[in-house]
């Protein structure tokens, strides 16, 4: 349903089959056009209200014209559209949408004073065909400018032939567009749709006339008259005063004619009772209770009142009443699934689609309690029916491309998009789900993903999610500008959008705008989005504008959610380090670097921590082992040779700096540390053939200047010398050490007032020295979803922490959990069993625990048994409660699938005791309960169990326990 507005002010309920029409309002007793169904869409989207036309009342039907014509309206004539006709409503919506788009759009531009109509009759047909006609007529006798409207029709022509057609068939799908520029109110419009083949529509009906003019039938072959006017049908599709000419007897009607007439008769009484008011239709239903229209009409206007729970009841009235009725069964399980009653809507929509297996939402709609389950089968096979019976659905093969998505079956699903695109190829949601696959590493393909969430954004200007995958596209490329221009138009549209501000905060903070991308990072934090990345780019950013103090606050923030992420560790050590906190610095990038044994930066920064405690043998150690890893990264040996010439292994040292300048030998700043290296070791010959050559590679490389001028003054070349002094204070007035150098030349050259006065300049200048901070920013996926039952989100971090680190223990903890929660049993088993064995040398209570849980709910009883007692002895020696708790929960449903019920009734005692709110308790005694035929004693446990928080039960779980209560309300 739309909500559309009166010019007064009244706010109308509408629904989709109202689009286009001319409706009288109730508050003022005018009549307004409804705009077509795609324009209410867009505003939907956008949340801009629906405003409709202003019309004077229409007048009879045979009079062939409105008392007043409104200045703009759209009208579907031809071909019958929805998932089982020629074509889907949505792909038609989407089509016509951009077309009244391009046509508002040449229109404005145009800027035309002339008074005109325009009218744009267009046909879609079998076999990607499109048939279009644009015609203006003149309504301004003075202003009559016919070479403007010739261009503005071409400009439009053009404009809308660039656009797919969606896939038709079995005959053509119509629809005009009609506009009045600058003109008066008039009574009759001066332009008929395809006139150009308005004797072929009279002779032979507009299916086939626009079939023979797009040359897809025979126009030789003979074709029975058509005795009503096409004209006067389309005018009274706009008054909704249609009227069909008396057909001849038919044959009895098949079961989907009866299920369609059906569902045409609940449309229309929905609507013949719309304006009724509740306290009217209260009182008809009371009058008349067996009158199943009351019903049916009460039932919708719940529904549209969002008064889910009433309309399931006002359902079941009219069910009752006619209990074979699958429309009315198809609507009630949809409101059931609505409203999570997952079990009752599966009983309607199975019996739904008994009745009625040709329905295809009805498997739809079944398919989403199934997908609501994890039965990806089940859910699949429906999907499957309902694409069979309307193979030009959109809305059915992509929700079976999502289904194929969560399976990790991705290929598939961009097959599936694919497909989407042929039937619609301007629905937004698949262009903008194609985008975001072509961004994931199996499947990259940036030109693709750009192209796609491009269109996306095109066809869904109000939406936020393409935009802001495209931000993080052209981010990836280094494309800062066009990345901050997509986060920004995605505040544009949404500003409470936290996501959209904490991209802005790293784009920004990639350009060194650090004031800009904390200001981005705060305002992403205030609307909830406090995720790693966040405090990481703002940390980064405050470490980089020297606010060490709030960059350090940053990194215990994201270790506090996320204590092993190996970024932040490595930007605390990093601080630490340049604190000279030492010991802080070498036990966070100690753990940053067994996180993330791959990432070189922060055993770079061990092996200078080693050095810096006087420790060279392990930054020997340190660096050769980087060398193993990454053998032509010349910094390595660079860095090693620092190590080796601290250890005053110079021969070594020396070898590393040549294997280096080998590797690279166009980088100055190796040449330069050599030349150093020379220096240190008097063999100024060789430091300055390296000064020289960094020098021609870096004419700017001032620090190799200063060095050149000290070895030649070694070397008594003070002339040569006194020339770089002399540069370098051209270049930096204020630098005391090309003073102190140049007056120690010039005293070398018996200029003993240049000296002095070099020395007098020295006084007057302040020491300086320069700090240098090197900071990059990766990007961490990291967010806490197991308390938002985003289970595949978390097994993905899992698995990311796994890979990252294989050695460490949280991966595999993590994974397990969230496979148990999501009853993927043997797998967990798998996970707690690698965890018990890297932990072999002191038993974990908690993994005890959590395997013999996994094997109690697997029916794996004696196996559970064994790791439950020895769960339950660690935690009563460690003194673990919360572990004996949940171990004895678990021990007793073990024990009850033994059969051993006196011995489970104890455990499961105990465990209350020790923690009153484990929802699982409650929930495992009420299933043992129920299976034992209990069910008194089972619901209020069930019922229990769905209250408590302490944990709280899984989806599964909690599932499992509505259907079975349900069973028992309804026993």
């Keep these: 349903m739309f909500t559309v507005s009166c010019h007064c002010g009244q706010r109308v309920q509408v629904r989709p089959s109202k689009a286009g029409a001319t409706i009288e309002c109730e508050s003022c007793g005018k009549c307004f056009n409804v705009p077509s169904l795609g324009e209410m869409k867009r505003s939907q989207q956008r949340d801009e209200p629906i405003q409709g036309q202003p019309i004077d009342s229409v007048e009879t039907a045979a009079d062939h014209q409105l008392s007043e014509i409104p200045t703009s309206f759209y009208v579907h004539f031809c071909g019958e559209v929805g998932s089982t006709g020629r074509v889907s409503t949505t792909a038609i919506e989407n089509y016509s949408g951009v077309v009244v788009e391009a046509i508002d759009a040449v229109l404005n531009e145009s800027q ?30 003075d ?126 009484t929905e609507e013949l009772y719309a304006s009724t008011s509740d306290a009217e239709l209260k009182r008809l239903l009371r009058k008349s209770p067996f009158e199943l229209a009351l019903h049916v009409a009460v039932a919708a206007r719940h529904a549209g009142n969002e008064e889910f729970e009433n309309a399931i009841e006002a359902y079941s009235g009219a069910i009752a009443l006619a209990p074979e009725c699958a429309p ?113 590493d199996e499947h990259r393909d940036e030109p693709r993903a750009l192209e796609h969430l491009t269109r996306a954004i095109d066809v869904m200007p109000g939406a936020v999610a393409p935009r802001l995958h495209r931000s993080m596209l052209y981010t990836s490329q280094n494309k800062f500008a ?92 990093s601080l630490s380090l340049q604190q000279g906190e030492l010991e802080t610095a070498m036990e966070a990038l100690t753990e940053a670097s067994r996180l993330a044994p791959q990432w070189t930066e922060p055993r770079e920064q061990i092996a200078l921590l080693h050095r810096m405690n006087e420790n060279p043998q392990a930054a020997i150690e340190e660096q050769s082992a980087l060398i193993e890893q990454e053998p032509e990264q010349p910094a390595h040996y660079v860095n090693r040779a620092f190590a080796h010439t ?132 990766l990007h961490a996926k990291v967010n806490r979803l197991e308390s938002e039952e985003r289970y595949d989100d978390a097994i993905d971090v899992a698995e990311e922490i796994i890979e990252m680190a294989p050695e460490h223990t949280a991966g595999y903890r993590l994974r397990g959990w969230i496979r148990w929660y999501t009853e993927q049993h043997v797998e967990a088993c798998d996970d707690y069993t690698q965890l018990l064995d890297m932990t072999s040398e002191q038993p974990d209570a908690d993994l005890l625990s959590s395997r013999g849980q996994v094997y109690a709910e697997m029916g794996e009883w004696k196996l559970a048994l ?38 489970s009734e104890r455990d499961y005692q105990e465990s209350v005791g020790l923690c009153p709110t484990n929802a699982w308790a409650y929930y495992n005694r009420g299933i043992v309960l129920f299976q034992r035929g209990n069910h008194d004693q089972a619901k209020p446990l069930l019922q229990r169990a769905l209250e408590l928080n302490g944990p709280p039960l899984t989806q599964r779980k909690r599932q499992r326990a509505e259907a079975v209560l349900g069973g028992l309300t309804d026993g």
Aim: net charge negative; glycine share 6%; with cysteine.
């Design 646 to 777: 601290q250890a005053g292994n110079h021969d070594d040292a020396l070898r590393d700096y040549q294997r280096a300048c080998e590797l690279d030998p166009e980088n100055e700043h190796i040449f330069f540390l050599r030349g150093c290296f020379f220096m240190d070791r008097q063999e100024d010959e060789l430091a300055l053939e390296d000064f020289n050559r960094t020098l021609e590679l870096s004419g700017v490389y001032d620090g190799a200047r200063l060095r050149r001028a000290a070895v030649l003054m070694r070397l008594k070349r003070h002339d040569q010398a006194l020339e770089d002094y002399e540069k370098l204070i051209e270049k930096f007035p204020d630098d005391p050490y090309a003073y102190s150098g140049r007056a120690y030349a010039h005293q070398m050259q018996g200029d003993e007032s240049a000296a002095e006065a070099d020395i007098d300049r020295l006084a007057e200048i302040a020491p300086e020295s320069a700090q240098e901070a090197a900071i990059q920013s």
């Design 328 to 440: 009315l069964l198809g609507r009630r399980g949809w409101y059931q699934l609505v409203v999570g009653n997952h079990q009752a809507a599966l009983i309607d929509l199975n019996r739904a689609i008994e009745l009625a297996p040709f329905a295809p939402w009805f498997y739809f709609h079944r398919s989403k309690i199934f997908s609501g389950l994890e039965a990806w089968d089940q859910t699949l096979s429906d999907l499957d029916s309902a694409v069979r019976w309307a193979p030009r659905e959109p809305a059915f093969r992509f929700r079976r491309a999502e289904i194929l998505l969560y399976q990790d079956h991705g290929g598939r699903a961009i097959e599936e998009l694919n497909k989407i695109l042929q039937l619609d190829p301007h629905n937004g949601a698949s262009h903008a789900m194609l985008g975001w696959l072509y961004q994931q």
């Design 482 to 573: 066009l990345a901050l221009d997509d986060c920004d138009k995605a505040i544009e549209i949404e500003a409470d959008e936290g996501q959209s501000h904490a991209l802005r905060g790293r784009i920004l903070q990639m350009q060194s705008e650090f004031e800009e991308a904390i200001d981005a990072c705060n305002r992403a934090i205030e609307l909830g989005v406090d995720t790693p990345a966040v405090f990481l780019t703002r940390g980064f950013s405050y470490a980089a504008t020297d606010r060490r103090d709030l960059a350090l606050a940053d990194c215990h923030a994201v270790l506090e959610l996320d204590p092993e992420n190996p970024i932040a560790l490595h930007l605390l050590g």
């Design 866 to 903: 064994q790791d439950l007692d020895s769960a339950i002895e660690l935690s009563r020696t460690e003194g673990l409660h919360q572990v004996l708790a949940f171990a004895l929960n678990g021990r007793a449903f073990a024990l009850a699938g033994l059969d051993r019920m006196e011995e």
């Design 112 to 141: 035309s004073d002339d008074g005109f109509e325009l009218m744009v009759s267009l046909a879609v047909l079998p076999g990607a065909t499109r048939l279009m006609q644009i015609e203006t007529a003149s309504t301004d006798s």
């Design 143 to 268: 202003k009559d400018d016919d070479g403007a409207r010739r261009r503005l029709v071409d400009r439009m022509t053009r404009q809308i032939e660039s656009f797919a057609v969606p896939d038709v068939q079995d005959g053509p799908v119509a629809f005009l567009v009609y506009r009045r520029i600058n003109s008066a109110a008039c009574t009759k419009i001066g332009i008929k749709p395809f006139s150009h083949y308005q004797n072929e529509i009279e002779t032979c009906g507009i299916d086939e006339a626009l079939m023979r003019a797009a040359k897809l039938t025979d126009p030789s072959q003979e074709t029975s008259p058509q005795t009503t006017s096409w004209w006067n049908a389309w005018v009274d599709r706009l008054r909704q005063l249609i009227s069909q000419p008396s057909a001849p007897e038919e044959p009895p009607p098949t079961p989907e004619q009866k299920f369609r007439e059906i569902g045409a008769w609940i449309e229309y």
